[in-house]
């Protein structure tokens, strides 16, 4: 059986990789506009509900007229925008949180992607929130550094013509009105009572991102040892194939002592890992900003939603 699929915003970063992804799948018949007619309400409409999965990977607003002009019941929306992912009646698209996460994937017929910072900071707060080992209430900081294609096309150019331009070769913080797109998931999906300080960087690489999260060991409500998390992350994602609770504090997962952004590249991969001492604890991810933080993530969720193996077409 050939399963209809249809990208709504082909033209884009995300888009692009997953018609790339899926071009070569035997199980997937790639439903495509043409260009003249991407903006064509009525053709798209055409095409969504001629669709079984459909991708989009559109603005907020674009995304949202989308899913308006879905009439057909059996059509499956995959959206990588923002506009659903705090929405309680879409199914928040990273299975590897827990059972609950996994089976409302499966059985629903709207999914979010999350955001890829989102998806490295929900991953090592949320167990640990909703267990109890970071207080819900905690004043969470939140750094990170990502590679240029995160920021789609415009950011892309700037960077690639700008190769000159001595600014664009150290690290850039923005979204420095504290308001990043990804904190209402953040916060929502972690189970925090309050917003993160979430400060992250643009950098002079294509793709690649890593996220830090610092924690005092004295505003834990019991005594956890950095060692002691780095345990509880390795048991709670025990069998996950995408997620890899790294060994502690070991000088193997460094580069002569540094932590890099890019060793997740072209993978759906997503790395934990604790490092710290008695006193404080740093945990750290890392994944491929257009794989497991975009593309990679959509596919999987649809893999996952149509029955099939989660890594079809990904590994």
């Given at each position: 059986?050939?399963?209809?699929?249809?990208v709504d915003g082909q033209e884009g970063t995300t888009g692009l990789q997953i018609n790339e992804r899926l071009e070569n799948r035997s199980d997937i018949e790639m439903l495509k506009i043409s260009p003249e007619e991407r903006k064509n309400p009525e053709k798209r409409k055409e095409?969504?509900?001629?669709?079984?999965?459909?991708?989009?990977c559109l603005p907020d607003a674009a995304a949202k007229e989308s899913v308006s002009l879905v009439t057909n019941s059996t059509t499956r929306i995959i959206d990588?925008?923002?506009?659903?992912?705090v929405d309680p009646t879409w199914a928040y698209g990273l299975p590897e949180l827990s059972p609950a996460h996994r089976e409302k994937v499966k059985s629903s017929f709207r999914v979010a992607v999350p955001g890829c910072f989102a998806t490295c900071f929900?991953?090592?707060?949320?167990?640990l929130v909703n267990n109890g080992i970071v207080p819900s209430d905690y004043p969470v900081t939140?750094?990170?550094?990502?590679?240029?294609?995160?920021?789609?096309?415009?950011?892309?150019?700037?960077y690639e013509t700008g190769m000159d331009n001595l600014d664009l070769k150290s690290p850039r913080f923005y979204a420095l009105g504290l308001s990043h797109k990804h904190l209402p998931e953040m916060t929502k999906i972690s189970g925090l009572d309050y917003s993160p300080i979430f400060t992250p960087a643009v950098c002079n690489f294509y793709k690649g991102m890593s996220v830090a999260v610092p924690l005092y060991s004295r505003l834990l409500p019991k005594k956890f040892s950095p060692k002691n998390i780095q345990e509880f992350l390795e048991e709670y994602y025990q069998g996950q194939r995408f997620v890899k609770v790294m060994p502690y504090n070991s000088e193997s997962n460094l580069d002569n002592g540094f932590f890099g952004a890019t060793k997740c590249n072209d993978t759906n991969i997503l790395e934990l890992y604790v490092f710290g001492n008695s006193d404080q604890i740093v945990l750290l991810s890392r994944l491929d900003n257009l794989g497991k933080g975009s593309s990679g993530?959509?596919?999987?969720?649809m893999n996952i939603m149509l029955g099939l193996d989660e890594g079809t077409g990904l590994v």
């Open positions: 059986m050939k399963y209809k699929v249809f095409l969504l509900n001629d669709s079984d999965i459909a991708f989009l990588a925008s923002t506009a659903h992912r929900i991953s090592l707060m949320f167990p939140c750094q990170a550094v990502s590679g240029y294609s995160g920021g789609g096309k415009k950011l892309i150019e700037l993530a959509a596919i999987q969720n």
